[in-house]
């Protein structure tokens, strides 16, 4: 499996408060544990070359994990409608935290991906409400994180296909933190904690789900439906 | 409630089959019937000016009925947008047939929304699976087309929130041909019948679905979701 | 529209704390405001005879809203499979609070229903997160109870078709606490709020909730599915 | 992995145009391809003591495999309530044909589980609609059964979490033939294809989807969820 964390990689280089935190990148740290996973990690940030995303490394990519915040707009539109592309012919994607708001998950999800937020130190609460899913394999009832930014209701996705995980947040507000989408061939998963200002990809619950994450939105071998005009597999009398 | 029928009304100025079936458009038959019920009626075609869909007129729809076929790219980018957007902000949608590759569908789905064809005179048969739903109201176990278009599996849009009819085809093949999708505040309709050749818009059984798909996508009166930062509702220790 | 809330009426009778809150039992107050609806409501209670709930009285009941709490074993095995047939065969229920865990739920849930409970005269915040649905229509962002009792999660239900509220709680649980599901030809709506030791069902816009609820679940007049041999509709040639 | 396969075994006993087909039980042959996958395969029959399913035997089974048609009635209540508990602790179930009407699954779906049937050794072609699923992995677009008993809607089940195979049936019918649940802990496949008379477990695609079924709903290792009352996380302040 090859797996390709992709970062915007932008806050890391103008806010010493994060480059403290995440010295090699938030993509660094997540690159990291997933290579303790049998699988083969590289990554992938906006300022390289078609965001590191060329039609080669895309073909190849089983899963793509996003993590982006203050730069969605400078993502191409070319580059955006490549990954989406893949996507729906059978790329898993993990969309991480600000994400929500990336071209590629809106392109996805048709709507607006809108939500509150609010940065405040506070306390969140990620309860899982899916026991049964493989994403939540070895996780308590909860993770907690102790500081974190805040995202609140309404978030404006579609009714997601599952529901994994509920969040608790200490200002007064809740949060689907958690869900799965399945898009033409592909798996989609939200996950939302990972503000940058918070060591939060340390936290190894947090890493075990993304793992998980990682390893449920991976393509099957079914073969790809065939589309467009078809003959009749039965004698039709008219 | 507002009703706007859209048409493409293209098939009809170039297909004399068409326009024998179809005299005053496919809008035409539609608004026709739509008038039969306590709701207003107006249409809106391709070659009108903004497609007839000025913001103007898109504010005061409650429900927008959508047919297109040959002449999707024609739609400008513009108003697929706008139309798109007042999905979001609450405007019910019903989509037919061949507008499951309109651009405003494919929008709000994100997915390729393609499937298989087949023009053969062949019989379809509809059958209901949701007998809860109101846009199955009035309706028996099924509804019988001697000669429709096929559409044939796999359909590519996301899982739908409800599942209301499946089509049978005569050739062989399924289709899930009654979907429901929740997008922002919008609600949607697909409904698959209404080949333009064929006399399907007359059938009083697809007009009952089509009304009570209408009732069923126009939009609540809550209130608007507030998004953006917000104020903590609860103290924070931090 | 013949609408029937039933209670088990045994707090009221007990506890005065309760008794003085609801003096002509929750049912009562139900009763109440549900009158101002254009609807006819009656009321029946656990120590009738047949609690209330004769063939009769159920065939006429288009809705059913139910409350219990501590003697759901006291409702027989028999009153218990009529009315979960009679959701099958199209009644609306209305499931209130602690009735998550009243035979006729978890029958027709087949799960245990079971959850995480305090009474600690916290606060609780319901966020609505579907504002497309009618169960909404009114309400704003959230509604905010300064006491209730905490239900958190997991709470031990299938996936509901529809999720409508998610309740935040002071002491830090989250809880699916409206959501919808559809059984046989029934629909069913879940709505957490109303422990007996608080004023909760004079609340308004929890009023407003359970009207809207009472609407939603009522029965479509779509025919009943035929079930059993059936004989084929095209040709089979073998 | 622990996987039992439950098959009532009378049809084998009684009808010789099932024991030529079968003359080890459907069982037998059930077992022996997934024998061929590296797991732990054995089985019970109705007519063992307590149906072959002990407390001994359920708690030590990930996957149970269950045939029934003709004596759904004999099992009894306790072994029926125990493997639903089972289910609902964990342990994955996949439901084969005429099992649709299986007290387990009639209690883990809260419906009648009602459809419609014949008998015509018609053609029936599943086709997928989900490819994304792992259930439908290595499997083309549809799988062809030259003969089959016919199952057709309305299907009285709840919505399912997932739909994956839709069947098209010579004589004009439609079946969700292929659909997964969760309940509790445990997660539930449906699988239509199986009569008695027809060699369809022989069928090779018929083999991989239940290979891969049964590999679907084994359980995570994710802790059971704790009920009951519980103490505060947070201070409430009342």
Redesign the interface.
């Known amino acids: 499996m090859n797996v390709v964390v992709w970062n915007e990689n932008r806050h890391e280089k103008s806010n010493p408060a994060v480059s403290e935190i995440y010295p090699e990148g938030i993509h660094g740290v997540i690159a990291d544990f997933l290579n303790e996973e049998n699988v083969s990690v590289t990554t992938a940030t906006l300022d390289e070359e078609q965001h590191g995303l060329t039609d080669e490394v895309l073909a190849e990519t089983d899963v793509l994990v996003w993590w982006g915040h203050k730069a969605h707009e400078e993502v191409t539109e070319e580059v955006a409608e490549k990954v ?1 592309q893949r996507v ?1 012919d ?1 790329m898993g994607l993990v969309v991480l935290h600000s994400a929500h708001f990336s071209k590629v998950f809106k ?6 991906c ?5 940065e ?3 306390k969140e ?1 990620l ?8 994403i ?6 909860y993770i907690e994180l102790e ?1 974190e930014e ?1 995202y ?5 996705i ?2 997601p ?3 994994i995980f ?9 949060f ?1 933190s958690g869900a799965t ?7 989609i998963f939200y996950f939302r904690p990972g503000h940058e200002t918070y060591p939060t990809y340390y936290n190894k619950e947090v890493q075990k789900v993304i793992k998980n994450g990682v390893n449920w939105v991976k ?16 004698t ?3």
Chains 1, 2, 3, 4 share one sequence.
């Open positions: 989406k729906l059978g392109k996805l999800m048709g709507t607006s809108d939500l509150k937020w609010r405040a130190d506070e609460r309860w899982v409400v899916d026991p049964t899913h493989p939540t394999e070895g996780i308590g009832e500081k805040m609140g209701e309404h978030f404006d579609p009714a296909d599952e529901l509920l969040s608790w947040f200490e200002g007064g507000e809740v689907r989408f399945k898009r033409g061939r592909g798996k393509n099957t071998s079914t073969p790809a439906p065939v589309y467009g005009n078809a003959q009749p597999l039965e039709i009398n008219n």
